[in-house]
């Protein structure tokens, strides 16, 4: 069997093929309906007017820009996130210190298996039903845990239990604000926008070019592959978990600290 790493690759290479070609296919056709044109009415044919192409390719230029702009801003919350999760875990088991020590073991354990639950729904993210058992034993742990420290806290003075809980809330929130991010995208009809723009693009400039007796191939290509490639890395940047670009190394932030959890 294709090893994951491996098959995503593949995968991602094909939506980019998927991609190029929808463009180049984009332009062909609006190539053979400027050629169609030509030959029915060869005294009536007009190139498009410039304000038109303009405002057509004017608005694909904002749509990319927005979607890539978007995207990457929360490419970088989702980075960020994952490091606030790890210092606030990480906080969060030091101060399992101030309780007394007669209770430390348990939780120290149980700390240990939540952040292995926390791994898990990130490195699952492609199997749904994985990634929701990970997610209901992680929250099960979030609430084993709480009970756990607050009954030991009960022993503490006043600023221990005030430190110990507090870094505790922080590190039950901070998976509220993570699973926001992971699940927000733009909606639909932001990408179904850019999809048909890019597709009119495309079909204009083929148009364009039909009353040249030969083809420029040179900017064909050159189209379609930038075009191609620019959408790919817009989907790559907003599910970075999925396909080349990825926000798997941050992880490692997590793995270590569940290292220093002796």
């Known amino acids: ?120 729904v990130y490195r699952l993210i492609v199997d749904f039903k994985a990634v929701k058992v990970a997610l209901d034993q992680s929250k099960a742990l979030q609430v084993k845990v709480w009970k756990k420290a607050v009954e030991a806290a009960k022993e503490s003075g006043p600023a221990e239990k005030s430190l110990v809980l507090a870094s505790l809330n922080e590190m039950i929130d901070i998976t509220t604000d993570r699973t926001v991010a992971l699940t927000t995208h733009p909606p639909v009809a932001v990408f179904a926008m850019l999809a048909l723009t890019v597709i009119t693009s495309s079909a204009l400039a083929g148009y364009t070019m039909s009353p040249s007796p030969f083809r420029d191939w040179a900017s064909t290509i050159t189209l379609a592959l930038v075009l191609g490639i620019t959408l790919y890395v817009i989907l790559d940047y907003e599910f970075p978990r999925i396909g080349l670009i990825r926000i798997d190394h941050v992880d490692e932030v997590l793995v270590e600290t569940l290292k220093q959890m002796k």
């Open 1 to 120: 069997m294709m090893p994951k790493a491996q098959m995503m690759t593949v995968l991602s290479l094909l939506i980019i093929c998927g991609l190029i070609a929808g463009v180049l296919l984009s332009i062909e056709v609006g190539h053979r309906i400027g050629l169609r044109k030509r030959r029915h009415h060869p005294a009536t044919l007009q190139v498009v007017h410039p304000t038109i192409e303009a405002s057509v390719f004017g608005l694909m230029g904002i749509l990319i820009g927005f979607t890539f702009y978007g995207a990457a801003s929360r490419f970088d919350i989702r980075r960020n996130l994952t490091v606030r999760e790890a210092n606030a875990i990480g906080t969060a088991y030091l101060r399992l210190d101030l309780l007394p020590p007669e209770t430390q073991p348990p939780l120290r354990e149980d700390f240990r298996e939540y952040l292995r639950s926390r791994l898990a």
